[in-house]
């Protein structure tokens, strides 16, 4: 009987261990009274001042983009440029850049 109760607890305890929803993490930062938080982020292999990333301001997700941190220039998927003294997610994404050399 002993082992059978801990069958059912060891069963239900791998039940609710596997439907626990995944972390997910951002890094945010509030600038100018705004909620900036990186959702997804990935760094360029080739040149490693250059990231693709995923930004939300105050809750509202913006379309992947590039960003280049030696340019301090924002594109975005049809191709318009911004630079970082218009949008201030970029400072937030390069600040995770560190120059080499």
Same mark, same amino acid.
């Given at each position: 009987?002993?082992?059978?109760?801990?069958?059912?607890?060891?069963?239900?305890?791998?039940?609710?261990?596997?439907?626990?929803?995944?972390?997910?993490?951002?890094?945010?930062?509030?600038?100018?009274?705004?909620?900036?938080?990186?959702?997804?982020?990935?760094?360029?292999?080739?040149?490693y001042?250059?990231?693709?990333?995923?930004?939300?301001?105050?809750?509202s997700?913006?379309?992947?983009?590039?960003? /280049?941190?030696?340019?301090?220039?924002?594109? /975005?998927? /049809?191709?318009?440029?911004?630079?970082?003294?218009?949008?201030? /997610?970029?400072?937030?994404?390069?600040?995770?850049?560190?120059?080499?050399?």
């Amino acid at each position: 009987m002993l082992t059978s109760v801990l069958k059912l607890i060891s069963i239900g305890l791998l039940l609710w261990l596997t439907s626990v929803a995944p972390a997910r993490a951002e890094f945010c930062r509030v600038v100018d009274g705004h909620r900036i938080c990186i959702v997804n982020i990935k760094r360029s292999a080739k040149n490693y001042w250059q990231y693709q990333a995923m930004v939300s301001i105050d809750g509202s997700e913006l379309p992947r983009a590039s960003y /280049d941190c030696r340019e301090r220039l924002i594109t /975005d998927l /049809d191709g318009n440029t911004a630079s970082f003294r218009s949008r201030q /997610d970029g400072r937030i994404v390069c600040s995770l850049y560190r120059r080499r050399g």
